[in-house]
């Protein structure tokens, strides 16, 4: 299995509502990875977690919620969220910094904010 | 500041060209150099992987080239399709200021292109 597995695909959410987004790879990477991108812009980081802990928050707003249960899965919870969070969230995995090997993205959740 | 810029931003050619996309960075003490591609709205394909002590790595139609020591990369693509029209993106792979804390990818801005049939 070489993919990285984002669900949903799509989701619309009001600002009120708590919602999660999922994220799997089975290829034994031990650094996962949550990327945000606006239209015609590059991705940009939001956190990395090197072997299940939390180890970079690029000051990411605290509505924006990572969890990573185990080496294999990889949440962002949602809550109180703005329009302007509306975006596409992709999830990445890597074998870390001791690995040699590049990012495997996921095909991204795209979310709206209504 | 590590910066990646991507020239040009984008680009229209006719079917059959070859072309060079460009991909320069500030710091050269980088890890590996990934090149991507990504249709709208979708995820991020890899395309290529040159590791800091590579000069080229070559896949089908692909060539990228990495020179360390002046900061650039270029993707070559020859023979154009139709199907070779999407956003390219080069993301340069650095590590972190404590080696502990992980790594992290810095992407360029990014080439628009349109394969004209």
């Known amino acids: ?114 | 500041k590590q910066e990646v810029t991507q020239i040009p931003a984008a680009l229209s050619v006719p079917e059959g060209e070859n072309l060079v996309l460009n991909c320069s960075f500030t710091d050269s003490a980088i890890y590996n150099l990934q090149w991507f591609r990504q249709d709208p709205g979708k995820g991020l394909t890899s395309l290529l992987l040159i590791q800091s002590s590579q000069r080229e790595q070559t896949s089908g139609r692909l060539n990228a080239s990495l020179d360390k020591s002046s900061g650039r990369s270029t993707l070559y693509i020859a023979a154009s399709q139709p199907g070779d029209s999407a956003t390219y993106l080069c993301a340069v792979r650095y590590m972190w200021e404590k080696k502990s804390s992980g790594d992290k990818l810095t992407f360029g801005t990014g080439t628009r292109l349109a394969v004209r049939p």
């Open chain 1, 1 to 114: 299995d070489t993919e990285v597995t984002q669900t949903p695909k799509h989701l619309v959410m009001g600002m009120t509502n708590k919602k999660s987004l999922k994220c799997e790879q089975h290829m034994g990477h031990r650094a996962m990875y949550w990327y945000k991108q606006k239209a015609k812009k590059p991705p940009e980081l939001m956190f990395v977690y090197s072997y299940e802990k939390l180890s970079i928050n690029e000051s990411v707003p605290s509505r924006f919620s990572p969890e990573c249960p185990n080496s294999s899965l990889l949440n962002l919870h949602l809550h109180a969220l703005q329009p302007e969070d509306s975006a596409l969230y992709l999830c990445a995995s890597s074998q870390g910094v001791n690995g040699g090997g590049g990012y495997t993205f996921g095909s991204g959740t795209r979310l709206t904010v209504v």
